[in-house]
């Protein structure tokens, strides 16, 4: 009995010999697939900014590709015999802008850095030629073209370009915007040569854009706001004693106080240009069947564009226009949030740039400043403006685009 109950019990186990454990099979169900780099999301980022500043761009350009051919038609078939001659000349501006803003876009950013002294360099040559007799273009009392042949341009767009490249570059080591003497002194000399030389061809306006640039990265920066502070009050006092102590600018200033003073001259264009947007009412007379256009609106293709805009689209499509630029500097600011400091300082730098000078130019049409001269980014006529400002938005894609 006993015999057989010590045969029915079972074996021990058989111990095991220490050794390495083998790691279990991974779970390839739950497992992240990998991601080819510059595909997708890729460092918590994604392609929307890109896509989104593009779309925002493109329909600009068109727009105003639009409103030029409406708004230079009359003008060039008196001028040329051909409503199309304006207009043949900003579409090809327009497409050399956009070959510009596709390869800036596709060049890393960072190389711009070797471009920053020779930038900096030409551009001052450029406007030191201006103001050389022959060899700078003067019309209507300003002298701010050049011409090499058939091409005529404008190198204060250029030296804006120039000035964003420059300020980025010295701003960018993180401790920038403590060491004034390294940083804040240059960025300041440059600005006080190079604006001063636009300021000669004469060009408040420009001007005024050139000090705002150099403000807004200084501040983006981190630069102690009493600096900012003494700054932005020098500019303003001097701005206020240019404008005082010219006679043109003094008339120009008058005429923004009160354009019925004189409303066959100095006055003219701004009460021809709150016509037109007045004569435009909530959805406009129609494209093409702008009156300002017809002689009474100077400069309807170019600074006043904006006017014709919203004669011809009434309010909903001027507020289509500025809603487009809002889009712009939030797209810009989340490109900025997302990029390296040297980067960033470079997407606050064509945004301030582009935005200022919309608001400048919108804010003198519809009368609630005085009138500068300064073109309208992406709507307004003028080749040099047009393919300098496309090609910022070409760092700012390319920017947005290796931070994704």
Request: charged fraction near 15%; hydrophobic fraction near 50%; proline fraction near 6%.
């Amino acid at each position: 009995m006993t015999q057989s109950i010590r045969t029915k019990r079972a074996a021990p186990p058989a111990r095991r010999r220490p050794g390495p454990r083998k790691p279990a099979p991974a779970d390839r169900t739950h497992a992240p697939r990998r991601q080819r780099p510059g595909r997708g999301r890729v460092g918590g980022g994604s392609l929307a900014p890109f896509v989104l500043l593009s779309v925002v761009v493109v329909s600009l350009c068109l727009l105003g590709l639009t409103m030029v051919l409406s708004a230079s038609s009359v003008t060039s078939l008196t001028e040329t015999g051909s409503p199309w001659g304006e207009f043949r000349a900003q579409a090809i501006w327009l497409g050399l802008g956009m070959v510009v803003m596709a390869v800036g876009a596709f060049i890393p950013y960072r190389h711009l850095r070797r471009f920053t002294v020779p930038g900096l360099v030409a551009s001052f040559l450029l406007l030191v030629g201006v103001l050389v007799p022959g060899l700078g273009v003067s019309w209507q009392g300003a002298q701010r073209w050049i011409r090499l042949g058939p091409v005529q341009f404008q190198p204060s767009e250029i030296a804006k370009f120039a000035l964003v490249l420059y300020a980025a570059h010295v701003l960018a080591r993180e401790d920038a915007a403590l060491d004034l003497r390294r940083s804040v002194k240059p960025l300041l000399v440059v600005l006080s040569v190079l604006g001063g030389l636009i300021l000669l061809q004469p060009n408040l306006g420009t001007t005024i854009i050139f000090f705002a640039i150099g403000l807004t990265i200084l501040y983006a920066s981190g630069v102690r706001l009493w600096v900012l502070g003494a700054l932005g009050a020098v500019s303003l006092f001097g701005a206020t004693l240019l404008a005082y102590f010219a006679e043109y600018r003094r008339a120009r200033l008058l005429a923004f106080l009160d354009p019925w003073a004189d409303p066959l001259d100095e006055g003219w264009q701004t009460i021809q240009s709150l016509v037109s947007v007045a004569n435009g009412g909530v959805t406009g007379v129609g494209i093409g069947a702008s009156r300002g256009k017809f002689g009474f609106l100077p400069e309807a293709h170019n600074d006043f564009v904006f006017a014709v805009t919203a004669e011809e689209f009434g309010l909903v499509g001027a507020s289509v226009v500025v809603a487009g630029f809002v889009v712009f500097g939030l797209t810009g600011l989340v490109i900025a949030r997302r990029a390296d400091r040297y980067g960033a300082l470079l997407v606050i730098g064509v945004t301030a740039w582009i935005l200022v000078q919309a608001f400048i130019n919108m804010g003198a049409v519809l009368g609630l400043l005085p009138i500068t001269g300064v073109p309208l980014p992406f709507l307004s006529a003028g080749g040099t403006s047009m393919i300098a400002t496309l090609g910022g938005v070409g760092v700012m894609l390319s920017v947005a685009r290796s931070n994704r």
